[in-house]
Every structure is written in structure tokens, then in C-alpha cells.
């Protein structure tokens, strides 16, 4: 099982916002609607943000939005904030298994 | 509050075995799957293994089958990863994560991974 394509980093200014990508294949994001989104700060476990694509946890803050179109799911961070700096990964299922995307470093400017 | 409190790595020769430990607390630890998450140094997130509530079914990435065991043991709300046949490519921190039940209780399928324990640092080397 291949890994879930992410760009290897994204940036934007505080205030501004910014779009992550995440292309898998017809067999794990483009079957399931069971896309979810994870940020993770050096040398802490990862966070979950965004369960079932679009779907976030109690908690969670509102400017962290997701959505698919076909085989990409994408998630959107509105309003970048300095401690949305961070490493953000996706995640789908796929019969019977999980497969994470490469990873997307976001720098805030 | 819920909490996953792992033990159980270090450093191990080539070949080696290890088994790791996920303690949980903070909720009906027999009503909900489990799964572990690796992440080699400096490296994305690697999905590893899951099993289900009861315990009745587990499930591996292809690169670990047959080498890795999942278990847990709901009456010590605790579960387990025995890791064997060890290589450098497995060197990394292991996460254990509850599984969300998002579709069905217990069930594994078609989730996420709401809570993270803080991670055990496995090394392979000789």
C-alpha cells in the first residue's frame, strides 16, 4: 500500500489561509469517505483534526475545514495562526487497513 | 480523562524481539478498537497494526505480517504489540491510538484515531 500523496510543505502569513492536499486511488480516499486529518508539533504525538473528511472532534477549532472531490481530500486552515505551524498528515481507510499520507510541513510566515 | 500510557521500548540487536505495552485508562477500554502507529526518525506516520474491540480480529501492514502481534487484554485494559525478526527499517517511535467508533461500536473499520499515547522509542542496532 502506497502512501497518500501531500505536498512536502505549504506557508502562509498569519491571518491568511492555506489548502493541503492529499491524493490517494480509487481503492482508499476515493472509496471511503473515511479521510482524517492529524497535526503533529516536533517530538509530540499526533492530534487528530478531521474525521470522515470533513467531520471534526469536540475541541477541535473551526478554522480547520475538510473536503474531497474524487480521489484528493484537502484540508483547508483559515486564519493561520503562529501555532498552526506544524506537521499535518491525512489518513484514509482501505479495506481493512490504513494508509497515511507523506506528511506536509506548514510554516507560518 | 483519557490516557495512554505506553512502555516497553528500547534497543534491540538485529533479529531481536521486543514487545510493547499500552496501558489505558479513562474509559471502557473493552469497547473500543485499538491500533499502533510507527514513525521511523524524521519520517511521515506509518499505519502498523489494529485490533478489534474483543480482541477477535487483528489486522497488519504487509511489511510487518508475520513478524508483529497485536493483542490486549481488556481485563488489565492494556494492549500489546510483540514486535520479532527486527530490522533497521523498524527503528522508529511506535504510537498506540484508541480507534474512534465512529460507524459501530468496537468496530475498526472505516475510523480514525482519537487519543495518542505519548510513544516508545524502538531501536534496532547492533
Known amino acids: 500500500q502506497s502512501a497518500l500523496t501531500q505536498p512536502a510543505s505549504v506557508s502562509g502569513s498569519p491571518g491568511q489561509s492555506v489548502t493541503i492536499s492529499c491524493t490517494g486511488t480509487d481503492n482508499d480516499v476515493g472509496r471511503y469517505n473515511s479521510v482524517s486529518w492529524y497535526q503533529q508539533h516536533p517530538g509530540k504525538a499526533p492530534k487528530l483534526l478531521i474525521s470522515?473528511?470533513?467531520n471534526r472532534p469536540s475541541g477541535v477549532s473551526d478554522r480547520f475545514s475538510g473536503s474531497k472531490s474524487g480521489n484528493t481530500a484537502s484540508l483547508t486552515i483559515s486564519g493561520l495562526q503562529a501555532e498552526d505551524e506544524a506537521d499535518y498528515y491525512c489518513n484514509s481507510y482501505t479495506s481493512s487497513t490504513y494508509v497515511f499520507g507523506t506528511g506536509t510541513a506548514v510554516t507560518v510566515l | 480523562e483519557v490516557q495512554l500510557l505506553q512502555s516497553g521500548g528500547g534497543l534491540v540487536p538485529p533479529g531481536g524481539s521486543l514487545r510493547l505495552s499500552c496501558a489505558a485508562s479513562?474509559?471502557?477500554?473493552?469497547?473500543?478498537?485499538m491500533t499502533w502507529v510507527r514513525q521511523a526518525p524524521g519520517k511521515g506516520l506509518e499505519w502498523v497494526s489494529g485490533?478489534?474491540?474483543?480482541?477477535?480480529?487483528?489486522y497488519y501492514t504487509g511489511s510487518v505480517k508475520g513478524r508483529f502481534t497485536v493483542s490486549r487484554d481488556n481485563s488489565k485494559d492494556t494492549l500489546y504489540l510483540q514486535i520479532s525478526s527486527l530490522s533497521a527499517d523498524d527503528t522508529g517511535i511506535y504510537y498506540c491510538?484508541?480507534?474512534?467508533?465512529?460507524?459501530?461500536?468496537?468496530?475498526?473499520?472505516?475510523?480514525?484515531?482519537?487519543?495518542w499515547g505519548q510513544g516508545a522509542l524502538v531501536t534496532v542496532s547492533s
Open positions: 491510538a484508541r480507534v474512534l467508533d465512529l460507524h459501530a461500536p468496537g468496530s475498526f473499520h472505516r475510523s480514525a484515531f482519537d487519543y
Open positions: 485490533i478489534t474491540s474483543s480482541g477477535a480480529s487483528d
Open positions: 479513562g474509559f471502557t477500554f473493552s469497547s473500543y478498537a
Open positions: 470522515d473528511v470533513r
